[in-house]
């Protein structure tokens, strides 16, 4: 079965860190770009940070562009966010997706996981 | 940066009906937009692709068209699991993916 499964949210407080983990299965993680999409409570999806197959390309959100840090480890099939200077309006469910690949590009994210939640608060 | 709405932002209907949701985007993004679904609590899942193309597994009531700045979602027969957000996100400005605010799918 393809399966991502996220680990590592959780409570932290404002300028705090947290890594998140994104376990993938069922598929050859090192042939697929792949994302971290967030959602606020209440609030609609918000494109986060997406890197290639091979982490050559890496792109962020100018939301958390220098403080999120995005890598992942196609021999353990897991894809990362280090999250660094955490601000309240970080606090999010957060996905992991894979990029539907064509044409070397994306047209859609067809596998995503659970979610993990991160709440940034004093 | 390329922006999308969403109209209507929610809309109650019955089981039976044909439902149309609409996205249209700030610019032109050729056929680079996908629609997903998402109930409460849950992930969201992936319907249309490509605009038009049908995602695997996904019943054949829905259906999208569109292309350019305009793009439609249809729902020809509402189903009671069918109530739900559903969100559009372009990807032609590749990778900076967007997506719309959504449109909740009320029970009337």
């Known amino acids: 079965e393809v399966q991502l499964v996220e680990s590592g949210g959780g409570l932290v407080k404002p300028g705090g860190s947290l890594r998140l983990s994104c376990a993938a299965s069922g598929f050859t993680f090192s042939s697929y770009s792949m994302n971290w999409v967030r959602q606020a409570p209440g609030k609609g999806l918000e494109w986060v940070s997406s890197?290639?197959?091979?982490?050559?390309?890496?792109y962020y959100a100018d939301s958390v562009k220098g403080r999120f840090t995005i890598s992942r480890d196609n021999a353990k099939n897991s894809l990362y966010l280090q999250m660094n200077s955490l601000r309240a309006e970080d606090t999010a469910v957060y996905y992991c997706?894979?990029?539907?690949?064509?044409?070397?590009?994306?047209?859609?994210?067809?596998?995503w996981g659970q979610g993990t939640m991160v709440t940034v608060s004093s | 940066d390329i922006q999308l709405t969403q109209s209507p932002s929610f809309l109650s209907a019955s089981v039976g009906d044909r439902v149309t949701i609409t996205c249209r985007a700030s610019?032109?993004?050729?056929?680079?937009l996908a629609w997903y679904q998402q109930k409460p609590g849950k992930a969201p899942k992936l319907l249309i692709y490509?605009?038009?193309t049908l995602q695997s597994g996904v019943p054949s009531r829905f259906s999208g068209s569109g292309s350019g700045t305009e793009f439609t979602l249809t729902i020809s027969s509402l189903q009671p699991e069918d109530f739900a957000t559903y969100y559009c996100?372009?990807?032609?400005?590749?990778?900076?993916?967007?997506f719309g605010p959504g449109t909740k799918v009320d029970i009337k």
């Open positions: 890197i290639s197959s091979s982490s050559s390309y890496i």
């Open positions: 610019q032109g993004i050729s056929s680079y």
């Open positions: 997706a894979r990029a539907r690949p064509v044409a070397g590009r994306s047209d859609a994210f067809d596998i």
């Open positions: 490509a605009a038009s």
């Open positions: 996100q372009q990807l032609n400005s590749y990778p900076l993916f967007t």
